[in-house]
C-alpha cells in the first residue's frame, strides 16, 4: 500500500518538473504570436484607404473673405402644418463682379422618413439679379415642398458655385431646420367635438334672416348710389376747347359796320369817332401781320409795316389815315362832317384790300352770320 502511494506522488512531481521545464518557451511563444497580429493590423490600417464621404455630402473649396458670398434662408410659413406649401428661399448677396450659381438638390429635398415632399407645382424661378443699396447683387432661389408628418425637418447644406471671374470655388449653403406642426394643434390627444344643436330651417323662421338680409343687400346698394356718385362730382368735367380765333379781317369789318350805323357824330362826338376808327385799323394790321399795334406810335406802326408789308396796302395810305387820326385825338382838329365820312370810308377801303388770300367764302359766310 505504502509502496502504491510512494509512485503516484512520483508521478505528480514528474508531471510539475515537465510543466515548469515547458512553461517559458510557450508564454514566449504566445507573446511573439501576439505581437505578430499587433504588426499585422498595423500594416492592414496603413494600407487600407481612407473612409469614403457621404453621399450628397457638401465640400466648400477655400475662397476669400471678401469674395464669399452672405446667404440667408427663409422659410415661409415660418410654423407649417401638416399639408402646407412650405417655399424655402436661399438668398445670395455677393459682388458685382462675381456671379453665383446654386440649383437645390431635389434628393436632398425629398426626405421619405420624415414625410417631406418635393411639392409637385414648383414656384417660377427668378433667375434675374438685382441690386442693392450697398452696391451688392442679390439673387433668390425658391423651392416649394410639402410635409405629410409632424416633426423636425433638416435640410442638409448642399454645394453653391462662386465665378470671380479668376476661379470657380465651392460653397455650402447653410443647414436649414424648421418644425411641422400637427393640424391637432398642441393637444395630446384630440377628442372630436359635440355635434352641434339642430338649426330650425323652415320658412318661417328663416323670414326674419331673410328680412336683414335684404336689408343689408338695400344698404350696399344705397352706399354703392352715393360713392358713384360721389365719385361723378369729383370727376373733372370735360371742358369743349374755345372756338377758333376770328381772322382780323371779319372783326374789322363788324366794326366798321357798327361805326357805320352808330351816331356818334351826330352827338358831336368827333374825337371818339376817329379814336374807334383808328383802333379798327390799328387792331387789324396787328392781327394781320402779328403784332401789338394798339400800344405803339404810329411811326412805330408805320417802322414795322415796312418790314412788313401789308399785301394791296400801300404804306402812304396807312400813313395818311392814321396822322388824321392823331390830329383829332391829340391835336383837337375839327374835321368837317365830309372829312367824317371820307376817313371811315378809307378804312373800309383798306380793310377790303388788304384782305389776305387764306379768308375763304366759307369765313366769309361765318363771319357775315355772326
Known amino acids: 500500500m505504502s509502496h ?3 509512485s503516484r506522488w512520483k508521478a505528480v512531481l514528474r508531471a510539475l518538473a515537465l510543466t515548469l521545464l515547458l512553461a517559458p518557451p510557450a508564454a514566449l511563444a504566445q507573446d511573439a504570436s501576439v505581437a505578430d497580429a499587433a504588426d499585422a493590423a498595423d500594416a492592414s490600417r496603413a494600407a487600407a484607404p481612407a473612409p469614403a464621404r457621404a453621399a450628397g455630402e457638401c465640400v466648400a473649396d477655400p475662397l476669400p473673405a471678401d469674395h464669399a458670398p452672405a446667404i440667408e434662408v427663409t422659410v415661409n410659413p415660418p410654423n407649417p402644418q401638416v399639408g402646407d406649401r412650405v417655399r424655402v428661399t436661399w438668398v445670395f448677396r455677393y459682388r458685382t463682379n462675381d456671379r453665383v450659381e446654386f440649383e437645390p438638390d431635389a434628393v436632398a429635398l425629398q426626405q421619405p422618413a420624415i414625410e417631406l415632399e418635393y411639392a409637385r407645382e414648383q414656384p417660377e424661378r427668378d433667375r434675374s439679379v438685382h441690386g442693392e443699396r450697398d452696391g451688392r447683387l442679390r439673387s433668390e432661389v425658391t423651392v416649394a415642398l410639402q410635409p405629410f408628418r409632424a416633426g423636425d425637418v433638416v435640410i442638409r447644406p448642399m454645394n453653391a458655385r462662386v465665378n470671380t471671374g479668376d476661379e470657380i470655388a465651392r460653397i455650402c449653403t447653410p443647414e436649414v431646420r424648421f418644425r411641422v406642426r400637427s393640424v391637432f394643434g ?19 323662421a328663416l323670414t326674419l334672416r331673410n328680412v ?13 348710389a352715393l360713392s358713384i356718385a360721389a365719385w361723378l362730382r369729383r370727376r373733372p368735367k370735360v371742358v369743349p376747347p374755345p372756338p377758333p380765333p376770328r381772322h382780323p379781317y371779319f372783326v374789322a369789318r363788324e366794326a366798321l359796320e357798327v361805326l357805320s350805323r352808330g351816331d356818334l357824330l351826330a352827338r358831336g362826338l368827333t374825337k371818339d369817332y376817329y379814336d374807334a376808327v383808328s383802333d379798327v385799323v390799328r387792331r387789324y394790321l396787328g392781327g394781320v401781320r402779328g403784332f401789338d399795334a394798339i400800344e405803339m406810335t404810329t411811326d412805330e406802326i408805320l417802322a414795322w409795316l415796312r418790314k412788313h408789308p401789308l399785301p394791296g396796302v400801300t404804306l402812304v ?37 388788304g384782305r389776305p388770300m387764306m379768308a375763304t367764302e366759307q369765313e366769309a359766310s361765318r363771319g357775315g352770320a355772326q
Open 186 to 204: 398642441n393637444a395630446s390627444h384630440p377628442q372630436a367635438r359635440d355635434i352641434t344643436r339642430p338649426e330650425d330651417v323652415r320658412r318661417d
Open 4 to 6: 502504491l502511494v510512494t
Open 317 to 353: 395810305e396807312v400813313e395818311n389815315l392814321l396822322r388824321e387820326c392823331d390830329l383829332v385825338k391829340f391835336a383837337r382838329y375839327v374835321p368837317a362832317h365830309e372829312e367824317s365820312d371820307a376817313i371811315l370810308a378809307s378804312a373800309v377801303s383798306l380793310v377790303e384790300r
Open 212 to 224: 336683414a338680409l335684404g336689408l343689408d343687400a338695400l344698404f350696399l346698394a344705397v352706399v354703392a
